[in-house]
């Protein structure tokens, strides 16, 4: 594709011709705002999530005073009581301000009518032609709604959930009871969510229907802060140790101004994606006070609130023989409170098409006749690369293919690796580039003599030679090392 093709075209044409992303429905003319993962994305998206998982629930950090940080895990349901959502806040307030054109009847954000089209020939905003007839703003709400059961009346109206938190909190007793955790703990979910977008746009960034991964994290009042900051950096941190290396990447503290009503802190980790001049969200990460719990505590009647046996055990000597006292004491601050939440929300999306733009890159290789040319490389970082080696024989006779398909069967036992014989052997590295596969192995006459195979570096380019013998252990080597970057 032409240079001078703007860059996010080219990015969504490599995602398309790769397998990665693909238009949903496509051979029906598509549906805004829905996307399928080809084979290639699916694997990236998927090493995204797990990374996420890993960081959070299987291995997560060092908290700020140097101890281990406890987060589960939870799976709910993606339709929930439609109460949870008055609950929330989401039935009264989810809503975007719409305008309306009552002559081509299209539907416009109301903050985006100057970066919006209008449907009718030629292009031009919302109102600027003179059939246009636009409404005043309304309120229009982003969840979408379903009907349960036989019946559609307004008894059995659902909702699709617009976030995976709200799963979260309403499991909160369960988990409590259930497990052996303590605050400060968390509890992290992947899912998918919902939002009716008005304005779906810019490839997979504003979808109709995405996946989170949202943690929430319990802790007391007073260690909030330390808690918010805490989450906040090593977020952060967490873009960059998977590829976000830039300037593209940066951490904005919300003003006063932008914060919700209940909340004292947010900061978004923002990403500089090529369809715009701004930095975009990719992941906020809030203080949001007990609100979350207070609200479902008041709709349900259930008691939400955490007792804090280890303090008590501690104090209950003070009020030996004074039951009534030691009563009154059990069901208040400092025993008895409900837990303030830090909420991290990432977007798998998101973060998955900002590892695509970050890793798109377009530079000068030699081909199979020695002369440069133009390559495209999605460097992407080794741990979430979807294809992790490549193996080849580099002519398809002498017994080179057997080798190679050898080596491929073993290493496939352990990581995503691809097998390729057809055409010259410049080519196949362009395929492999272009899917982001970090190592090809290839297998040539050296080997029948010494046993050992070339290992070229899609980065550098460099290629060195290791014996065949040695290579599932110097791909973990890599691989592995490569998760605590
Ligand atoms: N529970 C808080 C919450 O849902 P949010 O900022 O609305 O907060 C969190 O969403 C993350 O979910 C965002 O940072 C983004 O990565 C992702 N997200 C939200 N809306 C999205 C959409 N329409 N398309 C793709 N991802 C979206």
């Not at 499991?171 to 303590?182: A, G, I, Q, Y």
């Not at 609100?291 to 009647?301: E, I, V």
């Not at 030996?320 to 990432?346: F, H, Q, S």
């Amino acid at each position: 594709m032409a240079a001078e093709t703007p860059l996010m075209e080219r990015i969504v044409a490599l995602c398309k011709r790769r397998g990665f992303i693909f238009q949903s429905s496509e051979i029906y003319g598509g549906i805004g705002g829905f996307w399928d993962y080809g084979p290639m994305g699916v694997e990236l998206k998927r090493n995204v999530k797990e990374a996420w998982w890993r960081d959070m629930v299987i291995n997560p950090p060092i908290g700020p005073k140097g101890e281990p940080v406890e987060i589960v895990g939870i799976d709910s349901a993606l339709i929930m009581n439609p109460k949870v959502w008055e609950a929330s806040g989401h039935v009264g307030g989810f809503s975007d301000p719409m305008v309306d054109c009552r002559a081509c009847k299209a539907r416009f954000r109301a903050d985006q009518i100057d970066s919006s089209q209008c449907p009718m020939k030629p292009s031009k905003c919302p109102g600027q032609h003179d059939k246009c007839d636009l409404t005043e703003p309304r309120a229009f709400n982003l969840m979408f709604q379903t009907y349960v059961g036989a019946v559609q009346d307004a008894a059995s109206v659902a909702y699709l959930r617009p976030e995976t938190a709200q799963g979260i909190f309403v499991n909160f007793k369960n988990v409590l009871d259930t497990s052996r955790v303590k605050v400060p703990f968390g509890i992290a979910q992947i899912g998918k969510s919902f939002r009716n977008e008005i304005n779906p746009r810019n490839f997979t960034f504003r979808s109709r229907e995405f996946e989170q991964m949202e943690m929430e994290f319990f802790c007391e009042p007073d260690e909030a802060m330390m808690w918010y900051e805490f989450w906040r950096n090593t977020r952060h941190q967490w873009y960059v140790n998977h590829g976000l290396k830039s300037d593209k990447l940066r951490l904005r503290e919300h003003a006063a101004d932008e914060l919700s009503h209940y909340s004292t802190g947010c900061a978004d980790v923002e990403y500089l994606y090529p369809f715009s001049a701004d930095f975009q969200e990719l992941e906020g990460v809030a203080h949001r006070g007990c609100y979350d719990l207070t609200q479902h505590s008041k709709h349900s009647g259930k008691d939400l609130s955490y007792f804090d046996d280890d303090l008590w055990q501690q104090d209950a000597a003070k009020y030996k023989g004074d039951a009534d006292a030691a009563k009154k004491a059990k069901e208040n601050a400092p025993y008895r409170y409900l837990p303030t939440v830090i909420e991290p929300a990432a977007g798998a999306d998101r973060t998955t098409l900002a590892l695509i733009c970050e890793a798109y890159t377009e530079d000068q290789a030699p081909n199979d006749k020695g002369q440069m040319e133009t390559r495209t490389v999605m460097r992407f970082h080794p741990r979430i690369a979807p294809i992790k080696a490549a193996f080849f024989p580099l002519v398809n006779k002498e017994g080179l293919p057997e080798i190679a398909e050898k080596m491929f069967r073993d290493a496939r036992r352990r990581y995503h690796v691809a097998f390729d014989t057809k055409g010259a052997i410049g080519r196949r590295y362009r395929r492999q580039d272009e899917a982001g596969t970090p190592f090809c192995i290839t297998v040539d006459g050296e080997t029948l003599k010494d046993g050992s195979v070339t290992i070229r570096d899609r980065d550098t380019l460099q290629q060195e030679r290791v014996n065949q013998s040695h290579v599932m252990s110097w791909l973990d080597e890599r691989l592995m090392s490569a998760k605590s970057d």
